[in-house]
């Protein structure tokens, strides 16, 4: 099993920063992408940014492309999510997640971490 806590939520105002950070703990050599998603209220949860675990290539929804950047510390193992350019609509409980192959559902997921964005 792999054990995922996110960190770094919080409240800040529209065009700021926030770094989000994941960590993972157990069988982490299991892991093939990590990702991040995000769900506002009422709305569906949605894909915000994936990494390869070992390999770094990455992958963007298009609403964060260039305002978001995914990265790993593997000594660490932890996954960032470094947010610039923020808007109010970014405003989600975001969730970090794993997954096993490239193919695999995301089996591993965090408890959320909240991020408001005010207008």
């Known amino acids: 099993q792999v054990q995922l806590v996110e960190s770094g939520g919080g409240l800040v105002q529209a065009g700021g920063s926030l770094r989000l950070s994941c960590a993972a703990s157990?069988?982490?050599?299991?892991?093939?992408?990590m990702g991040w998603f995000r769900q506002a209220p009422g709305k569906e949860r949605e894909f915000v940014a994936a990494?390869?675990?070992?390999?770094?290539?990455?992958y963007y929804a298009d609403s964060v492309m260039g305002r978001f950047t995914i990265s790993t510390d593997n000594a660490k193992n932890t996954v960032y999510l470094q947010m610039n350019s923020l808007k109010p609509e970014d405003t989600a409980v975001y969730y970090c997640?794993?997954?096993?192959?490239?193919?695999?559902?995301?089996?591993?997921w965090g408890q959320g971490t909240q991020v408001t964005v005010s207008s």
């Open positions: 990494i390869n675990w070992r390999g770094g290539s990455t």
């Open positions: 997640a794993g997954r096993r192959t490239a193919r695999a559902e995301y089996a591993y």
């Open positions: 157990g069988r982490t050599f299991s892991i093939y992408t």
